[in-house]
């Protein structure tokens, strides 16, 4: 029983009679409780009359016993919001059923059925986005992980799968392009303007991966060609005025189509992929059996609306979705704990995919950056949980930074352990023995230990605990020999109080002093609690450079001088480790700082460094780029069991100002040297966007005025997104006449582009103005803002949850917003709205003060009736 929602009364005594009804605690579902299900669906037939505000669904479902399952007496399909319109058994009206929730049960009595089920559902209405929706006057389906319930009763779980065929009827001036699943196999017209499509998906697919799209689109259209030598017709759908910027998103998918040949051997299996671009979407995009679904801010790009890192994310998405056809569609999950099976897999594809586009040392920093400012702090919450839960509520809150980027770290270090060609063979193997079914985390561990000759016997650990494991270094040295002494220890997490050590694999290299070179690199494996390392041949100390590359999703605390720290941040040959170097420094000095004692000549320490990185050639800029950038507030405040926001924020503001003093020459001529590189998509122009930009923001801290003039500058000559955002970025942070002149011609500028505005609304709302909450309250109330947008939302609030002066202000006035947003957004989008708590969950981990103003506003939140599935689970997770 859920405790802290046991009706109590003054004096305990929880059965008095007139305590008021306290709201029920959905039901836990837990992964030990997994049973197949009792019945096979081979074939399922949609038909779908549609219409914005009345859509009749038509589902005929051939149904036969499941000679694998415990034999049923009834078929539990389950439903959400439905109202049940007709209900057929063998073409007979049927009558032996009953509703359990929102669930329809039907008793059966022989082994085969023919089910004809009628529900009418009304997608004007649905602000949820689950189900099928209108957005901008299209139709669109999102189904992943519940949402199908929401359109017919079915069997709504990922173990179930079945063949698909879609008829879809529509006025055709309304709804020209009707879309669903697999190839188009007819198409006609009917009196009264109405037309049809028939779509037939001839891969066995779960619910979760149906889609349909009826609306008034173009395409962008393209042709590839398998390596066996298929065509397959390639299709970009979005709004008229949208096309010009789809390009970049067509040749992502290209190049998707390609790597994935070449570097997992998978192969496209349809004759078409259709990709739809929506306004309206609650996450990324969606990997629907050849018809994805994207947010339109990951398909749309041209320079003159999207940045740099705009156009990376779109690639990225777009493989990651792509490569889903095998990780995920092919093989799915046997059930949501699963879910990492499917995401923390197609995750890593997607970032070695982009690795292999573009520097694989930048994007290896930059992954690790969102690891560490996002998972890290989740997995030291109140809402950590393994990578395999073991219970949820609401299964949407369990789409998480832990299944998705700790998911991919875990399978990381198999490869890492296995090396490229033997992680290979075991992928391979994992495709090859479970294609078509619907898979566990455990058969893909037993295809790797296989297929890559690996064992993983004590691996399995990283599938079950929670929590970031800490591994403490030290290095010492006698005579000829240096000892490298390693022990872990994995923190309790929610339900996990005891911890087992984990195997944690470390790429590590030993630096002597003299030349600055290393013997080269090993992978060594500590998995005990603890153990010493022995390395001989050194006459002097070395200098130990430890998970070079970040093998192990784990925090390092190693004892280092911080005259080694700055020598590996000069010499070491790993670009990744050199950044983790010159980030030890900085954090090193930061929390020091933040603590009213900062050590001496530290700044001059970091000034040296970061001079050196400013001048050295062997560098290029986008890793000088992500060399200059200094660790995130957020970051910070996970380093310290009990953060001050306020505190860490002015000394990370007093760093920058006095690098920006120290540095100020080579700041202002490393933005002119930038301000001079034409425009182009090439690295090199590419580095000096992000390091010009880079340089304004230290200059914003030493000498505002003089920053703000060449903001503007930048800003009035921009040529390109990039250099647009970044110089308004830095105004925004400036109270200054330019600040608003060129907000304002922003605004005017893109007005009517809602990807532009809510870069707008973002960068207003995550500024370092020191008046940030009353701009996000204003902004709240611009005749372009809406909570019915999910883009539009997050654009506001959840760029204001990252600001430490503003959703930290000491008043509690940023927490009480942000719980305000959340109970108004509960009843529209419960989705998007439980995202939001997570950023008031993290009161354990902050001082006293703020943390009481954080529980006071989740209790506030908790106490609202009528809460969703959703929140409800989130907050009385994060109330602990
Ligand atoms: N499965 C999608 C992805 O990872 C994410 C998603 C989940 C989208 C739930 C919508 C709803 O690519
Ligand atoms: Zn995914």
Not at 451 to 464: T, V
Request: glycine share 6%.
């Amino acid at each position: 029983m859920d405790i802290a929602r046991t009706p109590s009364t003054p004096d305990g005594n929880p059965y008095l009679a007139d305590a008021a009804p306290e709201p029920k605690a959905p039901p836990e579902i837990r992964r030990e409780d997994y049973a197949p299900f009792p019945w096979l669906i081979p074939a399922t037939r949609l038909e779908f009359e549609l219409g914005l505000e009345t859509t009749r669904v038509t589902a005929t479902l051939e149904i036969e016993r499941n000679p694998d399952a415990d034999r049923s007496p009834t078929i539990r399909l389950n439903g959400d919001g439905l109202s049940l319109v007709e209900l057929h058994c063998d073409e007979e009206p049927c009558t032996g059923h009953m509703m359990d929730g929102d669930d329809l049960i039907v008793t059966l009595e022989g082994d085969n059925h023919v089910l004809r089920i009628v529900t009418e559902i009304d997608p004007g209405a649905n602000s949820q986005l689950m189900g099928l929706y209108a957005s901008n006057g299209m139709l669109c389906t999102q189904c992943e992980a519940e949402g199908f319930r929401r359109i017919t009763f079915f069997p709504d779980r990922p173990d179930v799968l079945s063949v698909y065929t879609v008829r879809m009827d529509a006025p055709e001036e309304q709804f020209p392009v009707l879309l669903s699943n697999g190839n188009r196999t007819g198409t006609g017209k009917d009196k009264g303007g109405m037309h049809w499509a028939v779509w037939h998906d001839p891969w066995p697919k779960p619910s979760y991966l149906f889609a349909l799209v009826a609306g008034d689109l173009v395409a962008r259209e393209d042709c590839f060609t398998t390596m066996s030598g298929k065509d397959v017709d390639l299709a970009i759908w979005v709004r008229k005025d949208d096309l010009p910027r789809t390009a970049h998103a067509m040749e992502s998918l290209k190049r998707s189509m390609t790597w994935d040949e070449e570097t997992f051997g998978r192969e496209y299996d349809l004759d078409v992929f259709n990709i739809v671009a929506v306004g309206d979407f609650n996450m990324g995009a969606m990997e629907n059996k050849g018809l994805n679904v994207f947010n339109t801010k990951y398909v749309l790009a041209d320079e003159e609306t999207a940045t740099d890192g705009d156009f990376d994310a779109i690639e990225g998405v777009i493989g990651h979705e792509y490569f889903h056809n095998w990780s995920g569609n092919r093989i799915t999950c046997r059930d949501w704990f699963q879910l990492s099976l499917k995401e923390g897999f197609t995750v890593l594809r997607d970032q070695l995919f982009s690795q292999d586009m573009h520097s694989e040392a930048v994007k290896r920093i930059e992954d690790v950056r969102v690891l560490r400012s996002v998972q890290f702090p989740e997995d030291s919450g109140p809402l950590a949980h393994p990578i395999r839960p073991d219970s949820y509520r609401e299964i949407s809150n369990f789409y998480t930074s832990t299944i998705y980027n700790k998911g991919a770290e875990v399978i990381r270090m198999m490869r890492s352990m296995a090396g490229p060609e033997r992680f290979r063979k075991g992928t391979d193997l994992y495709f090859e023995r479970h294609d078509g079914e619907a898979a566990t985390c455990e058969d893909f561990v037993r295809a790797i230990e296989e297929g890559a000759e690996l064992d993983l016997d004590h691996f399995r650990l990283w599938y079950s605990q929670a929590g970031t494991p800490r591994v403490k270094v030290a290095l010492t040295h006698e005579g000829d020999t240096a000892s490298l002494a390693l022990s872990q220890e994995v923190p309790p997490t929610p339900g996990q109080s005891e911890k087992r050590p984990m195997p944690i694999p470390l790429r590590i290299a030993l630096f002597d002093r003299a030349t600055g070179k290393s013997e080269g690199e090993e992978l060594v494996m500590l998995d005990s609690a603890e153990t010493t390392l022995r390395f001989d041949g050194f006459a002097e100390k070395p200098v130990l450079s430890i998970n070079r590359g970040f093998t192990a999703p784990v925090r390092i605390e190693r004892e280092i001088v911080r005259e080694d720290l700055a020598f590996l941040a000069r010499n070491d040959d790993d670009p990744f480790a050199r950044s983790e170097a010159m980030q030890d420094l900085v954090v090193g000095h930061l929390l020091e700082a933040a603590d009213g004692s900062p050590a001496e000549g530290a700044s001059e320490a970091i000034a040296g460094a970061l001079g050196e990185i400013l001048k050295d050639d062997a560098i290029d800029d986008l890793m000088r780029g992500e060399l200059m950038m200094l660790p995130g507030v957020t970051y910070l405040m996970d380093q310290v069991l009990l953060a001050d926001p306020g505190r860490i924020f002015a000394a990370r503001e007093a760093l920058k100002a006095d690098l920006g003093t120290r540095l100020e020459k080579e700041l202002e001529a490393l933005h002119e040297r930038a301000s001079a590189v034409p425009f182009s998509h090439d690295p090199e122009a590419k580095g000096a966007r992000k390091v010009g930009t880079m340089a304004l923001t230290y200059l914003a801290a030493s000498d505002p005025q003089r920053a703000a003039d060449l903001a503007a500058a930048q800003y009035d000559s921009a040529d390109n997104m990039t250099d647009r955002q970044g110089a308004l970025m830095v105004l925004s942070g400036i109270d200054s006449a330019a600040r608003s002149d060129r907000l304002l011609d922003f605004y005017d500028r893109f007005e009517g582009n809602a990807l532009v505005i809510d870069k707008w609304f973002s960068l207003q709302a995550s500024s370092l103005h020191p008046d940030v909450i009353e701009h996000v309250k204003t902004l709240a109330d611009h005749p372009d803002f809406t909570l019915r947008n999910p883009n539009r939302a997050r654009s506001l609030y959840m760029a204001f949850t990252g600001t430490p002066q503003g959703f930290h202000a000491a008043s509690g006035e940023g927490y009480r917003m942000i719980a305000d947003l959340i109970l108004e957004l509960d009843p529209i989008n419960a989705q998007t709205a439980a995202r939001f708590v997570p950023a008031l969950g993290r009161w354990r981990r902050i001082e006293e003060g703020r943390a009481a103003l954080m529980r006071e506003q989740l209790q506030r939140i908790a106490d609202a009736p009528k809460l969703s599935r959703d929140t409800y689970e989130q907050v009385t997770r994060s109330l602990g």
